[in-house]
């Protein structure tokens, strides 16, 4: 019998109800736009044609108007206008910090607002995407946990956040000129807020049309979505989205694990690294990311950097450590620039790669952890968030 305590998901239900509205395109795969379009009067036998044609112009040419969909009879643009709509979340602010990161703030329906950071490096361009308003997890040490209002996107509100991006990047290709090929936004990480696992299919669905081959085209080797271990989806993970995977590990011992991650109460690190050791071979990727933050004497030490060596051995690994993020009330501090170095270079000559991830866009408060809409402002007390994670 399982006596461990559960996690719940315990995710607010929004009725997504549309009945007398226009349906929006955008987040529906190809199957559910022929679907809707077959219900809006496309016959059947020209459907899959259909799909085809306003696939492309959504998402390879970036169009929002039927009006512009010149390839299609005026007769059945109009009778698109009249039922569907091709929409994305909508900017509410725009930061730009001293190092070039962006950081939006989107408001989705319900009036909820999430966190996009897009990250220009100078072999590539991140763009770090939320997948739930807030999280159900507490872990101690990030910014969205303590957020109390939670919602999963929709498939749409995932994808449309890319769709921002290259809105506020120009990055739509325009017609007649030659093919550029460098990409300004060349990879995403589902680092933002919430849990990704938590809301499998929207987030599998919005990153397959990310990956498809007619429209914005990323190949699944530059998606890598982050967990912090929802083991029963990490196979699912590696057979329906086939994407890179990094997890958020941030502890050598359970004991420490459970108090930093606490979902680490229900699958434990023993369970989650024999869900990894698979996850390679079956989603033919390199290897997996294991992200660890560096907090002042909390996992920081050289004990830790070698039960870590050892935890990992056998599976194709990079670890990325990450100096802490401090939110303002954080009960942690980040550890020394000289104590981080010593934990890279042990890990380093066990022969792993272990960069040290630059906190980017600090000033806009968009580094790792630090997301959190400001307009949901009810946060968990301290004393909620202490009983949760037993610290
Ligand atoms: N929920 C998912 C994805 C979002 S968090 C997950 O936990 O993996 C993205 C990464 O930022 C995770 O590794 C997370 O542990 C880390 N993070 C959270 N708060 C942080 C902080 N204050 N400073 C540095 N990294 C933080
Ligand atoms: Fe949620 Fe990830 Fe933050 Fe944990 S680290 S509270 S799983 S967003």
């Known amino acids: 019998m399982d006596t461990k305590a559960p996690i719940t998901q315990d995710v607010l239900t929004i009725p997504r109800k549309l009945p007398d509205g226009p349906t929006n395109l955008v987040g529906l795969t190809r199957d559910a736009m022929r679907d809707a379009l077959i219900a809006a009067g496309t016959p059947e036998k020209q459907a899959k044609m259909r799909v085809g044609q306003i696939w492309q112009w959504i998402y390879h040419w970036g169009v929002r108007d039927f009006a512009q969909m010149t390839n299609l009879a005026k007769d059945y643009r109009v009778m698109l206008a009249e039922n569907f709509?091709?929409?994305?979340?909508?900017?509410?602010?725009?930061?730009?910090s001293e190092d070039g990161t962006r950081k939006y703030l989107v408001r989705i329906a319900g009036g909820h607002e999430v966190e996009v950071v897009y990250i220009p490096e100078t072999d590539r361009g991140t763009l770090c995407i939320s997948s739930q308003v807030g999280c159900t997890l507490t872990c101690s040490f990030c910014h969205t946990g303590t957020q109390k209002l939670v919602r999963n996107l929709t498939a749409g509100e995932i994808i449309g956040q890319v769709m921002v991006a290259r809105d506020d990047l120009g990055e739509w290709p325009v017609p007649g000129a030659p093919k550029d090929e460098t990409r300004l936004l060349s990879n995403i990480v589902l680092m933002g807020m919430g849990e990704p696992l938590y809301n499998f299919e929207n987030v599998r669905d919005a990153m397959k049309i990310a990956m498809d081959p007619d429209g914005i085209q990323?190949?699944?080797?530059?998606?890598?979505?982050?967990?912090?271990?929802?083991?029963?989806?990490?196979?699912?993970t590696a057979?329906?989205?086939?994407?890179?995977?990094?997890?958020s590990f941030h502890a050598t011992t359970d004991e420490v694990r459970d108090t930093l991650v606490p979902i680490n109460k229900r699958w434990p690190i023993a369970e989650l690294l024999d869900a990894l050791r698979t996850y390679p071979k079956v989603s033919n990727s390199e290897r997996i990311t294991f992200e660890y933050v560096m907090l002042d004497g909390v996992n920081d030490s050289d004990a830790d950097a070698r039960r870590l060596i050892k935890l990992i051995d056998g599976i194709p690994a990079k670890i990325n450590l990450i100096p802490f993020n401090e939110w303002p009330g954080a009960p942690y501090r980040r550890s020394s620039n000289n104590r981080i170095r010593a934990f890279a270079d042990i890990i380093y000559k066990a022969g792993y790669a272990s960069p040290i991830r630059t906190p980017r866009g600090e000033d806009i408060m968009a580094a790792c952890g630090q997301l959190?809409?400001?307009?949901?402002?009810?946060?968990?007390?301290?004393?909620?968030?202490?009983?949760?994670?037993?610290?």
């Open 372 to 391: 959190k809409s400001a307009t949901e402002r009810a946060r968990k007390s301290k004393a909620q968030i202490a009983q949760e994670t037993g610290l």
């Open 239 to 247: 057979q329906e989205i086939g994407c890179q995977l990094a997890i």
């Open 218 to 236: 990323l190949s699944r080797r530059r998606i890598t979505l982050s967990t912090s271990g929802v083991v029963p989806e990490i196979a699912r």
């Open 85 to 96: 709509v091709v929409a994305i979340p909508e900017v509410v602010t725009r930061q730009v």
